[in-house]
């Protein structure tokens, strides 16, 4: 076999490696392995071969061949030549060689070899093109052999063999010898040979694998001179088990059952079965019967031993059946053995034989009375009912010796047939006859015929017999009266020793007890075949054959014959007979004779008394010779007294008795051979059962010849076997029945041999093989009659089997027998049950335990015979053995949640039971259900259960797990929770008591698919609306509502989306329905585009479609419309037909937690109201009608939208003081600026029909709105009474339409109910933005903050963060409040800045509530530009200036222009739109302008499509000043309400201490008495105070962060004070004077303290003591005491000054906002853990305190330059830090 070498680039075939070869001689780097095929190559357009290659060479000598080169190019060619490295290779051009296109050249290369070795070199050609070369190789011969690289076997099974084979050539020039090696499953044939150059050799491969697998070895071939060389073949074979199966009809434990039916003896019945191969390889198989128990007939019979089956194929294999004995049950297993199977198949074959059933017509046939010399004939049917042929012959004399002969004695008689015979009387003599004619059956019991007749003469009438005198006669029979003559029986029936009773038979007189023993008992009636044997055979044998100690039994007959038979097979001769009178009375005797027949009898006729014997003489006289002769001679004997019927009565009649003698004989002569007979036995064997008791079995001999043959059976060969009749004739063509009689004894040999001697010479003989043994009963159990029981559950119970089989000849019945203890724990089944002869059945054995303990348990096997039930049984006795233990089953999860499922769907999982105990355990489960569903009476929770299991009881073996199957199928929007509990099963299957255990819960959520909407965003001309405004612009809430509702019954009529409807206003099935108001705006404008954000909030995916009418309508062909539409369907058929509205995408698919963007857009194109009716269909779920309802305005039209025409207000409770500010919003949807005003007329008429109280106010009934913005319309609602309050108040706009609005507000007692908060819900809208529009970059951590409930003059924060997501742009971004009073009330830090990309900003957000309760909804705006466009927009304006500078002075005229230019510098000028003159031009209108400063300029501020045409009609290129950038707008929704102080106090006592209340911003009514007029002068405006304020805390706050002012204050803490004689204190005022001077401001409480004012007093104090003593100790003291009591007044007193309260607080959130910061860009961290520093004394902190806050900030600084890049907070982040558990950096 080739290896693989590496590959030469210029030619895939020649490798750089070669076989090994130890003449080799390296002379280059390149390699070669042996000869290729010469190939031309074509080079960078030069075709040449790849390689040179020199054989049959010899050293010494010069070899020469050329190299053709050939061009191919287009172009001439110029080519270097590189002659070879080594010397062995040359050639005389090594200069340039010059190729035109399509010329050759030749290039000669010599060889000079000096050793016998290969060589290899090569040249090279350069050409302009690249570098090539050409091999030179000198090869010498060696031995080489190509074989293939793998070859592949076919498939077969284990223990099987497969094979093929291969080809391989000897590809070298010289002859080479070659030995297989491969290891086993693998044969090579042959293994060894030799090969001629170029020869081919076939190998057979074969597979022989002994088991299922992937086969792969490698097949190593040794060639050479001495097996130098190798290589090698990859051999791979599959092996599979093979998988025979056997198919039938039947199926019974175990096995397969072929039956075969009911049969009839001696028939063949073929069946078919059929043998599956169901592997995918071939396998082969053997069938072969079981052992069968010894001497029994073998009945079937299969032709097919073996054989082979392809895979996937079915072989039909025939079985016959023969059956031998009559009514026997069949039975015998077939055994499917196939190599390499795991398991062997068995076939049960089965039948039952069956004989015919024939009668007939009459059991008496009655010739009457008859004259003497006459003869009469009567007809009989012979009846076969049955469908198998029934062979008959009547055992009655075929010639004349018999007064009653029959024309057809013997014949075969179809099935279902009958036949009609022809019996003829012809009496010889003058008395009644009576013969009891006997029908042989052949594998039947005989059939008996009556024949009764009576002939009278002149002289002789003897009693007339009737059949009645028959039935009377078998009664005395039976009665032991038919041995006493009639005469005497009536003499005693005269003495009333017998009676007769209702039938007319004698019968005995009642017998005293005490003669009862002495009485005789009756017979027993015989049966047919007891009845012909007694007949036909002598007294001894009666007497041998029967006990006579059994009384019942018959005696010996009334009359007997002794011989019965005489035979005269040695020529003429003369015998005698016999004949015995048993009876009480004397008898007369007369033969039946005939004058023709070879056989005469003397005398004819006798008398003979009782108990006397008497002898008749037969001779046997032949007429001729070499004739067989055989008769049956009669004599009928009778009582002498019914001579004459005057002598007996009538009813004491008694029959005749018929003796038959049967003779046979021949008339050959000495020395002369007999007739060779043509005689066919049914069958030769005679088997009978194996029990010892008297049985009985009949063949068939049938003459086929056409010569009678004698036959003889020697009585004497066999005694044990009697056989009946032991000789006679059969004629030509006819049959005789041998009947059989024996009784099996053990003592039998296994064969007896019965002689049966035809035609009287012992050269014609056959020998009869009778089977009559006795057997002992036996039957086996498989595994040795052990049973060992798995461990069983305590109350549960385990099931074994067990395969019983009948060893024996004879069907076996049986019965297990258990003792009392084991019989409460063991049953098997069926406990009784027949077997027939090797029939073995499975037995079902159950091992209930009671208790835990191991049972040792023997239970018997009784069986017996079934024809004799009453013999001896014999025993088996078995040991049974079983482990009983408690089991107890868990669930491998105790809780499964199976999540939402939706509602009529069926969900499926599977409960994992787990059995830990040592035992298999029966179980039963039960299911509980439980649903929980708030909105349901308690009653409506009973449903029915939707949990369906499957293996609801079964059993799980010990350590196992069983899987099961549930499924359940919500019926409704609920929770559904089911317990699985389990019974333990007890043997009989019920449920051992106890309660049930818990195995586990299933929880389940019923739901319906829904979805939320998550987020809200505009574009296009709403863009400037906030979040709140459009999250109620849409009623989003509603929306949200009707989500999670459940869909009522007829919103799921379509469970899909639907085609159902044929108008153009399809069917609604839904009752919920809502507005999508897309609000108004100008012909013209950007499209109104809402982006909504639905998610699936559940765990079941949602299929969502947004359907338009015409999605829901059936489209009808052309000729079905009606063309007849209304106004509205006109209407909606032009908004479907211009797309005005439009939905992307119309559907789509969520799957749980996964959200989509929907785009809403409205185009305005149309001027008026446009509404179209959308139907959001949930897939199995809910159906809103979405009512989509857009405006567009005329654009020189003045008009306010309203988003709806009722506004409720907040609900306000009745008895306050300062109700809270509301907001009403106007929006101006034209292009015009407009004025409105609020007529309160309705206002006055309220507030009279209250009693004159303000019920509902308006703060600024009149304003302005710019076009696209929204007026703030402040109201207050103040309710007198716990009801609703409605008013219609009309708005008037100037130089517009006017329209109403009704306003309603609720007013309640807040002591029945808590005020209404901002916290509770009622503000859905949410904080995050989860839509991103298209081109934003930066993003708000959150765009609605709520502050909740807050007290009036309190100031709230919060922390924003402003992130650029960008990886490339940086941004500008600026703040910008919409309104004045925003502007008053919220502030945000910083206002502007930068954002480079990725870089997050930290906004703080404050909210300064004003003194009076109010809501409030603020919108803020974040304008952001890319700084690229700013400064691409600077440059553009740049050069346009200068380019507008340049046309100042420049102008370029062209006669061809000349008028168009004119025209342009016109425009240009007069800032005019030039007007088309030729055609109408459709002009669209610009979007609202969304700034005042835009505003000014009207509709004509931006330039015009007509403007920007200009430069195209002109066709030069006209400059327009750039635009600035179009700043993107971020929306940011703040939201509180503020209640005043008491209210708050009182609703929110635990809040109250969370916020700082600002006492200079409170309302002046509540500023009555704290003075604060003394600080700041009470008539400066609000605006001064608050500069005042500003200035005052950002100088202080300056000063405390100054390190120079912080130095001095250390440094002049310290300073000695000089000592001025000049300055003396003053003296010491009186503390009363003191507090005087004091500013009554001071009493207000102020928790923390300021700037201590105690250092001029200690001063002052330290200089006074310092210059003068006091005069006493007391004075010293009590001035001390005076002057601290006035410092701690005075600091009490600046404690409680606002401004300083004001002060401390913004320091305190100063600082915390400034460590916020610092932790947001890394300089802080806030999780470091505290750290205990050892600080030095006071004293040197003191004299270091300035050094150490220098080094500090020399330290800051450099931790400034060394600060580490912070990671961003994401655009999504919370406002509440994020602080990590990391510890920083040692």
């Given at each position: 076999?080739?290896?693989?070498?590496?590959?030469?680039?210029?030619?895939?075939?020649?490798?750089?490696?070669?076989?090994?070869?130890?003449?080799?001689?390296?002379?280059?780097?390149?390699?070669?392995?042996?000869?290729?095929?010469?190939?031309?190559?074509?080079?960078?357009?030069?075709?040449?071969?790849?390689?040179?290659?020199?054989?049959?060479?010899?050293?010494?000598l010069e070899y020469t061949k050329s190299l053709f080169l050939r061009s191919v190019h287009g172009k001439l060619q110029k080519i270097t030549v590189r002659p070879p490295e080594s010397k062995f290779f040359n050639t005389p051009y090594s200069q340039t060689i010059l190729l035109s296109p399509g010329t050759s050249f030749s290039l000669p290369v010599t060889f000079q070899p000096l050793e016998k070795c290969e060589y290899v070199d090569t040249i090279e050609f350069q050409g302009k093109e690249g570098t090539f070369q050409v091999s030179l190789r000198a090869v010498i011969p060696h031995h080489d052999l190509k074989v293939p690289d793998t070859v592949i076997l076919p498939p077969c099974a284990a223990r099987h063999s497969s094979q093929t084979s291969f080809l391989f050539r000897n590809s070298s020039k010289l002859q080479?010898?070659?030995?297989?090696?491969?290891?086993?499953?693998?044969?090579?044939?042959?293994?060894?040979?030799?090969?001629?150059?170029?020869?081919?050799?076939?190998?057979?491969?074969?597979?022989?694998?002994?088991?299922?697998?992937?086969?792969?070895?490698?097949?190593?071939?040794?060639?050479?001179?001495?097996?130098?060389?190798?290589?090698?073949?990859?051999?791979?074979?599959?092996?599979?088990?093979?998988?025979?199966?056997?198919?039938?009809?039947?199926?019974?434990?175990?096995?397969?059952?072929?039956?075969?039916?009911?049969?009839?003896?001696?028939?063949?019945?073929?069946?078919?079965?059929?043998?599956?191969?169901?592997?995918?390889?071939?396998?082969?198989?053997?069938?072969?019967?079981?052992?069968?128990?010894?001497?029994?007939?073998?009945?079937?019979?299969?032709?097919?031993?073996?054989?082979?089956?392809?895979?996937?194929?079915?072989?039909?294999?025939?079985?016959?059946?023969?059956?031998?004995?009559?009514?026997?049950?069949?039975?015998?297993?077939?055994?499917?053995?196939?190599?390499?199977?795991?398991?062997?198949?068995?076939?049960?074959?089965?039948?039952?034989?069956?004989?015919?059933?024939?009668?007939?017509?009459?059991?008496?046939?009655?010739?009457?009375?008859?004259?003497?010399?006459?003869?009469?004939?009567?007809?009989?049917?012979?009846?076969?009912?049955?469908?198998?042929?029934?062979?008959?012959?009547?055992?009655?004399?075929?010639?004349?010796?018999?007064?009653?002969?029959?024309?057809?004695?013997?014949?075969?008689?179809?099935?279902?047939?009958?036949?009609?015979?022809?019996?003829?009387?012809?009496?010889?003599?003058?008395?009644?006859?009576?013969?009891?004619?006997?029908?042989?059956?052949?594998?039947?019991?005989?059939?008996?015929?009556?024949?009764?007749?009576?002939?009278?003469?002149?002289?002789?009438?003897?009693?007339?017999?009737?059949?009645?005198?028959?039935?009377?006669?078998?009664?005395?029979?039976?009665?032991?009266?038919?041995?006493?003559?009639?005469?005497?029986?009536?003499?005693?029936?005269?003495?009333?020793?017998?009676?007769?009773?209702?039938?007319?038979?004698?019968?005995?007189?009642?017998?005293?007890?005490?003669d009862t023993c002495n009485s005789t008992p009756p017979f027993n009636p015989r049966s047919p075949l007891e009845e012909y044997f007694h007949v036909n055979s002598a007294p001894e044998a009666e007497t041998e054959l029967y006990n006579t100690s059994n009384s019942t039994r018959f005696p010996v007959p009334h009359v007997t014959v002794q011989p019965p038979e005489l035979l005269f097979y040695d020529g003429p001769a003369s015998k005698s007979v016999s004949i015995t009178n048993h009876t009480k009375g004397k008898i007369c005797l007369m033969w039946s004779s005939e004058a023709e027949s070879p056989f005469s009898i003397s005398p004819l006729s006798c008398e003979l008394g009782p108990l006397k014997t008497t002898a008749f003489r037969v001779t046997y006289s032949p007429n001729q010779q070499n004739i067989f002769h055989?008769?049956?001679?009669?004599?009928?004997?009778?009582?002498?007294?019914?001579?004459?019927?005057?002598?007996?009565?009538?009813?004491?009649?008694?029959?005749?008795?018929?003796?038959?003698?049967?003779?046979?004989?021949?008339?050959?002569?000495?020395?002369?051979?007999?007739?060779?007979?043509?005689?066919?036995?049914?069958?030769?064997?005679?088997?009978?059962?194996?029990?010892?008791?008297?049985?009985?079995?009949?063949?068939?001999?049938?003459?086929?010849?056409?010569?009678?043959?004698?036959?003889?059976?020697?009585?004497?060969?066999?005694?044990?076997?009697?056989?009946?009749?032991?000789?006679?004739?059969?004629?030509?063509?006819?049959?005789?029945?041998?009947?059989?009689?024996?009784?099996?004894?053990?003592?039998?040999?296994?064969?007896?041999?019965?002689?049966?001697?035809?035609?009287?010479?012992?050269?014609?003989?056959?020998?009869?093989?009778?089977?009559?043994?006795?057997?002992?009963?036996?039957?086996?159990?498989?595994?040795?009659?052990?049973?060992?029981?798995?461990?069983?559950?305590?109350?549960?119970?385990?099931?074994?089997?067990?395969?019983?089989?009948?060893?024996?000849?004879?069907?076996?019945?049986?019965?297990?027998?258990?003792?009392?203890?084991?019989?409460?724990?063991?049953?098997?089944?069926?406990?009784?049950?027949?077997?027939?002869?090797?029939?073995?059945?499975?037995?079902?054995?159950?091992?209930?335990?009671?208790?835990?303990?191991?049972?040792?348990?023997?239970?018997?096997?009784?069986?017996?015979?079934?024809?004799?039930?009453?013999?001896?049984?014999?025993?088996?006795?078995?040991?049974?053995?079983?482990?009983?233990?408690?089991?107890?089953?868990?669930?491998?999860?105790?809780?499964?949640?199976?999540?939402?499922?939706?509602?009529?769907?069926?969900?499926?999982?599977?409960?994992?039971?787990?059995?830990?105990?040592?035992?298999?355990?029966?179980?039963?489960?039960?299911?509980?259900?439980?649903?929980?569903?708030?909105?349901?009476?308690?009653?409506?929770?009973?449903?029915?259960?939707?949990?369906?299991?499957?293996?609801?009881?079964?059993?799980?073996?010990?350590?196992?797990?069983?899987?099961?199957?549930?499924?359940?199928?919500?019926?409704?929007?609920?929770?559904?929770?089911?317990?699985?509990?389990?019974?333990?099963?007890?043997?009989?299957?019920?449920?051992?008591?106890?309660?049930?255990?818990?195995?586990?819960?299933?929880?389940?959520?019923?739901?319906?698919?829904?979805?939320?909407?998550?987020?809200?965003?505009?574009?296009?001309?709403?863009?400037?609306?906030?979040?709140?405004?459009?999250?109620?612009?849409?009623?989003?809430?509603?929306?949200?509502?009707?989500?999670?509702?459940?869909?009522?019954?007829?919103?799921?009529?379509?469970?899909?989306?639907?085609?159902?409807?044929?108008?153009?206003?399809?069917?609604?099935?839904?009752?919920?329905?809502?507005?999508?108001?897309?609000?108004?705006?100008?012909?013209?404008?950007?499209?109104?585009?809402?982006?909504?954000?639905?998610?699936?909030?559940?765990?079941?995916?949602?299929?969502?479609?947004?359907?338009?009418?015409?999605?829901?309508?059936?489209?009808?062909?052309?000729?079905?419309?009606?063309?007849?539409?209304?106004?509205?369907?006109?209407?909606?058929?032009?908004?479907?037909?211009?797309?005005?509205?439009?939905?992307?995408?119309?559907?789509?698919?969520?799957?749980?937690?996964?959200?989509?963007?929907?785009?809403?857009?409205?185009?305005?194109?149309?001027?008026?109201?446009?509404?179209?009716?959308?139907?959001?269909?949930?897939?199995?779920?809910?159906?809103?009608?979405?009512?989509?309802?857009?405006?567009?305005?005329?654009?020189?039209?003045?008009?306010?939208?309203?988003?709806?025409?009722?506004?409720?207000?907040?609900?306000?409770?009745?008895?306050?003081?300062?109700?809270?500010?509301?907001?009403?919003?106007?929006?101006?949807?034209?292009?015009?600026?407009?004025?409105?005003?609020?007529?309160?007329?309705?206002?006055?008429?309220?507030?009279?029909?209250?009693?004159?109280?303000?019920?509902?106010?308006?703060?600024?009934?009149?304003?302005?709105?710019?076009?696209?913005?929204?007026?703030?319309?402040?109201?207050?609602?103040?309710?007198?009474?716990?009801?609703?309050?409605?008013?219609?108040?009309?708005?008037?706009?100037?130089?517009?339409?006017?329209?109403?609005?009704?306003?309603?507000?609720?007013?309640?007692?807040?002591?029945?109910?808590?005020?209404?908060?901002?916290?509770?819900?009622?503000?859905?809208?949410?904080?995050?933005?989860?839509?991103?529009?298209?081109?934003q970059v930066v993003f708000l951590s959150e765009d609605r903050v709520c502050f909740g409930d807050i007290p009036v003059c309190s100031r709230s924060t919060r922390i924003l963060f402003l992130t650029n997501v960008s990886y490339t742009d940086q941004v500008l971004y600026k703040w910008n409040v919409t309104s004045t009073e925003c502007q008053q009330t919220v502030t945000i830090c910083p206002m502007s800045g930068r954002l480079a990309p990725g870089e997050s900003v930290l906004c703080i957000l404050t909210i300064q509530a004003s003194g009076s309760p109010a809501f409030y909804q603020q919108d803020l705006l974040c304008e952001i530009t890319l700084v690229n466009m700013l400064a691409q927009y600077h440059k553009d304006l740049r050069q346009w200036e200068e380019e507008t500078e340049r046309q100042k002075y420049e102008?370029?005229?062209?006669?061809?222009?000349?008028?168009?230019?004119?025209?342009?510098?016109?425009?240009?000028?007069?800032?005019?739109?030039?007007?088309?003159?030729?055609?109408?031009?459709?002009?669209?209108?610009?979007?609202?302008?969304?700034?005042?400063?835009?505003?000014?300029?009207?509709?004509?501020?931006?330039?015009?499509?007509?403007?920007?045409?200009?430069?195209?009609?002109?066709?030069?290129?006209?400059?327009?000043?750039?635009?600035?950038?179009?700043?993107?707008?971020?929306?940011?929704?703040?939201?509180?309400?503020?209640?005043?102080?008491?209210?708050?106090?009182?609703?929110?006592?635990?809040?109250?201490?969370?916020?700082?209340?600002?006492?200079?911003?409170?309302?002046?009514?509540?500023?009555?008495?704290?003075?604060?007029?003394?600080?700041?002068?009470?008539?400066?405006?609000?605006?001064?105070?608050?500069?005042?304020?500003?200035?005052?805390?950002?100088?202080?706050?300056?000063?405390?962060?100054?390190?120079?002012?912080?130095?001095?204050?250390?440094?002049?803490?310290?300073?000695?004070?000089?000592?001025?004689?000049?300055?003396?204190?003053?003296?010491?005022?009186?503390?009363?004077?003191?507090?005087?001077?004091?500013?009554?401001?001071?009493?207000?409480?102020?928790?923390?303290?300021?700037?201590?004012?105690?250092?001029?007093?200690?001063?002052?104090?330290?200089?006074?003591?310092?210059?003068?003593?006091?005069?006493?100790?007391?004075?010293?003291?009590?001035?001390?005491?005076?002057?601290?009591?006035?410092?701690?007044?005075?600091?009490?007193?600046?404690?409680?000054?606002?401004?300083?309260?004001?002060?401390?607080?913004?320091?305190?959130?100063?600082?915390?906002?400034?460590?916020?910061?610092?932790?947001?860009?890394?300089?802080?961290?806030?999780?470091?853990?505290?750290?205990?520093?050892?600080?030095?004394?006071?004293?040197?902190?003191?004299?270091?305190?300035?050094?150490?806050?220098?080094?500090?900030?020399?330290?800051?600084?450099?931790?400034?330059?060394?600060?580490?890049?912070?990671?961003?907070?994401?655009?999504?982040?919370?406002?509440?830090?994020?602080?990590?558990?990391?510890?920083?950096?040692?």
């Open positions: 076999m080739l290896t693989d070498n590496p590959v030469n680039p210029l030619n895939p075939g020649i490798p750089f490696g070669g076989a090994h070869n130890p003449h080799r001689k390296r002379v280059s780097s390149l390699r070669s392995r042996g000869l290729q095929k010469r190939t031309q190559n074509c080079f960078f357009g030069v075709e040449t071969c790849a390689e040179l290659v020199w054989e049959d060479w010899e050293p010494g080479t010898r070659f030995r297989w090696y491969v290891d086993p499953p693998f044969q090579l044939s042959p293994e060894t040979g030799q090969l001629k150059p170029g020869e081919e050799c076939r190998v057979t491969v074969e597979f022989k694998p002994q088991q299922a697998a992937v086969c792969q070895a490698e097949a190593c071939c040794a060639f050479g001179d001495d097996g130098e060389s190798s290589c090698t073949v990859l051999l791979r074979g599959l092996s599979k088990y093979p998988r025979l199966q056997i198919s039938s009809m039947g199926q019974e434990e175990g096995c397969k059952v072929l039956e075969f039916g009911s049969v009839a003896v001696g028939d063949t019945h073929e069946k078919h079965f059929e043998i599956y191969n169901l592997s995918t390889v071939s396998a082969k198989f053997s069938l072969s019967w079981l052992r069968r128990p010894p001497l029994m007939e073998s009945v079937f019979s299969c032709e097919v031993h073996e054989g082979k089956i392809a895979p996937h194929s079915v072989l039909k294999v025939p079985v016959c059946f023969s059956p031998l004995t009559e009514d026997l049950i069949s039975v015998d297993y077939l055994c499917l053995t196939c190599p390499g199977a795991v398991s062997e198949d068995l076939l049960k074959v089965s039948g039952t034989s069956i004989g015919p059933i024939v009668s007939l017509s009459t059991s008496v046939l009655d010739f009457g009375c008859i004259e003497e010399g006459t003869e009469v004939t009567h007809n009989i049917q012979i009846i076969n009912s049955s469908a198998v042929l029934a062979h008959y012959q009547f055992d009655v004399d075929t010639g004349s010796h018999s007064v009653f002969s029959l024309d057809k004695p013997c014949g075969s008689l179809p099935g279902s047939s009958k036949l009609t015979l022809h019996v003829k009387f012809r009496p010889q003599n003058h008395i009644a006859y009576h013969k009891t004619m006997i029908c042989l059956l052949l594998h039947r019991e005989p059939l008996f015929l009556d024949l009764i007749g009576t002939c009278h003469s002149e002289q002789l009438k003897p009693a007339i017999l009737k059949p009645r005198h028959l039935s009377v006669y078998r009664l005395n029979l039976l009665r032991g009266l038919t041995c006493y003559p009639p005469d005497l029986l009536s003499s005693l029936l005269e003495k009333q020793r017998l009676k007769r009773d209702d039938s007319g038979a004698l019968q005995m007189q009642e017998i005293p007890a005490e055989a008769a049956q001679l009669e004599c009928f004997t009778f009582y002498k007294v019914l001579r004459d019927q005057r002598n007996v009565e009538d009813q004491n009649l008694c029959p005749p008795w018929c003796l038959t003698v049967r003779v046979s004989g021949h008339s050959f002569q000495p020395g002369k051979e007999h007739f060779t007979p043509n005689i066919s036995l049914q069958h030769p064997q005679v088997v009978f059962p194996g029990l010892n008791q008297l049985a009985y079995r009949s063949i068939l001999l049938k003459n086929t010849g056409d010569l009678p043959v004698i036959f003889r059976l020697d009585p004497e060969e066999c005694p044990s076997v009697c056989v009946l009749p032991s000789s006679g004739l059969v004629p030509p063509g006819s049959h005789q029945i041998l009947t059989f009689r024996c009784t099996p004894s053990p003592d039998h040999s296994s064969s007896i041999p019965l002689t049966l001697q035809l035609n009287a010479t012992p050269n014609h003989a056959q020998v009869l093989n009778v089977v009559a043994v006795a057997e002992k009963l036996s039957m086996s159990v498989e595994e040795g009659g052990s049973l060992f029981f798995q461990p069983t559950a305590v109350g549960s119970c385990s099931e074994r089997t067990l395969r019983v089989k009948n060893l024996s000849r004879v069907p076996v019945e049986f019965k297990w027998r258990l003792c009392g203890s084991d019989r409460r724990v063991l049953t098997v089944l069926p406990n009784t049950d027949i077997l027939q002869p090797n029939e073995s059945k499975v037995q079902k054995w159950s091992f209930a335990p009671k208790e835990e303990m191991m049972y040792n348990m023997k239970p018997s096997l009784t069986f017996w015979p079934v024809q004799t039930p009453q013999c001896k049984k014999s025993r088996l006795t078995i040991e049974a053995v079983g482990l009983a233990s408690k089991g107890s089953l868990q669930a491998e999860h105790p809780v499964i949640d199976l999540g939402e499922v939706l509602v009529e769907s069926c969900k499926s999982f599977e409960v994992p039971l787990l059995n830990d105990s040592p035992c298999a355990v029966s179980y039963s489960l039960t299911t509980q259900q439980s649903v929980t569903d708030t909105g349901l009476l308690e009653d409506m929770t009973q449903d029915p259960l939707v949990l369906e299991m499957e293996n609801v009881k079964g059993t799980i073996p010990a350590d196992c797990r069983l899987p099961i199957r549930c499924s359940v199928r919500p019926a409704r929007r609920a929770h559904y929770c089911w317990t699985i509990s389990y019974h333990i099963l007890n043997a009989s299957g019920s449920a051992v008591e106890g309660e049930p255990q818990s195995i586990c819960h299933v929880q389940a959520e019923g739901v319906y698919p829904t979805m939320e909407v998550m987020d809200v965003r505009s574009c296009g001309n709403v863009e400037g609306l906030s979040k709140i405004q459009l999250w109620r612009l849409f009623n989003l809430d509603t929306l949200n509502t009707y989500l999670r509702r459940d869909p009522s019954p007829s919103e799921l009529t379509f469970r899909v989306p639907t085609r159902h409807s044929f108008r153009q206003r399809p069917s609604i099935f839904t009752s919920a329905m809502m507005d999508f108001s897309f609000r108004a705006a100008p012909l013209g404008s950007d499209p109104t585009s809402i982006l909504l954000l639905f998610k699936n909030p559940g765990s079941i995916p949602v299929e969502w479609s947004f359907l338009f009418p015409e999605d829901q309508q059936i489209e009808l062909e052309y000729w079905a419309e009606t063309g007849d539409f209304s106004p509205s369907e006109l209407h909606l058929m032009k908004i479907q037909e211009h797309r005005l509205f439009s939905i992307s995408p119309r559907s789509g698919k969520l799957q749980p937690g996964q959200q989509k963007t929907v785009q809403f857009t409205y185009r305005h194109e149309f001027v008026g109201t446009d509404r179209l009716p959308v139907l959001l269909k949930i897939s199995c779920g809910r159906e809103i009608l979405l009512n989509f309802t857009g405006i567009t305005v005329e654009r020189d039209r003045r008009y306010i939208h309203l988003s709806s025409n009722r506004h409720i207000f907040a609900p306000m409770a009745i008895g306050g003081f300062s109700p809270p500010k509301q907001v009403y919003e106007l929006y101006n949807a034209g292009t015009l600026p407009l004025r409105y005003h609020f007529d309160t007329t309705p206002l006055e008429e309220l507030m009279e029909e209250n009693f004159n109280h303000p019920i509902l106010q308006c703060i600024n009934p009149g304003g302005e709105i710019e076009p696209g913005h929204t007026a703030l319309v402040e109201w207050i609602f103040s309710p007198l009474e716990a009801k609703t309050y409605s008013v219609d108040i009309p708005i008037h706009v100037v130089e517009g339409d006017s329209m109403f609005v009704t306003f309603e507000g609720q007013g309640f007692d807040e002591r029945e109910s808590e005020p209404i908060q901002v916290q509770d819900g009622c503000i859905t809208v949410p904080c995050t933005q989860r839509i991103p529009v298209p081109g102008f370029t005229l062209t006669e061809k222009d000349l008028l168009q230019t004119k025209q342009l510098d016109t425009c240009t000028q007069e800032g005019a739109v030039p007007k088309q003159k030729t055609g109408k031009r459709k002009y669209k209108t610009l979007p609202p302008i969304r700034s005042s400063d835009h505003a000014v300029g009207g509709p004509s501020a931006r330039p015009s499509r007509a403007e920007q045409r200009v430069p195209q009609q002109t066709g030069q290129e006209r400059r327009r000043r750039p635009e600035p950038p179009c700043p993107t707008l971020l929306h940011l929704g703040v939201t509180a309400r503020s209640h005043t102080l008491m209210e708050y106090q009182t609703h929110f006592p635990s809040q109250f201490n969370t916020h700082y209340i600002n006492r200079s911003t409170q309302p002046k009514h509540s500023q009555s008495g704290t003075g604060e007029g003394c600080h700041l002068p009470a008539n400066l405006p609000p605006l001064t105070d608050d500069i005042i304020t500003h200035v005052l805390n950002s100088l202080l706050q300056s000063l405390l962060d100054e390190p120079q002012f912080q130095q001095s204050l250390v440094e002049g803490d310290t300073e000695q004070v000089l000592y001025f004689t000049q300055l003396r204190p003053a003296p010491a005022p009186a503390l009363p004077a003191l507090l005087q001077t004091l500013p009554a401001g001071f009493q207000d409480p102020v928790e923390m303290s300021g700037v201590s004012i105690a250092t001029p007093a200690k001063t002052y104090t330290r200089n006074c003591s310092t210059a003068e003593r006091p005069r006493s100790e007391c004075d010293q003291k009590s001035l001390k005491e005076l002057l601290e009591e006035t410092k701690l007044k005075v600091q009490e007193s600046i404690r409680r000054f606002p401004e300083f309260c004001d002060l401390l607080e913004g320091i305190l959130l100063n600082t915390l906002q400034n460590l916020m910061m610092e932790a947001f860009l890394g300089e802080l961290v806030l999780t470091t853990r505290p750290r205990i520093i050892a600080l030095p004394p006071s004293s040197s902190r003191k004299n270091s305190l300035g050094s150490n806050r220098q080094s500090s900030a020399e330290s800051n600084k450099g931790k400034e330059l060394l600060r580490p890049l912070v990671t961003s907070p994401s655009p999504y982040m919370s406002t509440q830090a994020k602080v990590s558990n990391l510890e920083p950096e040692q």
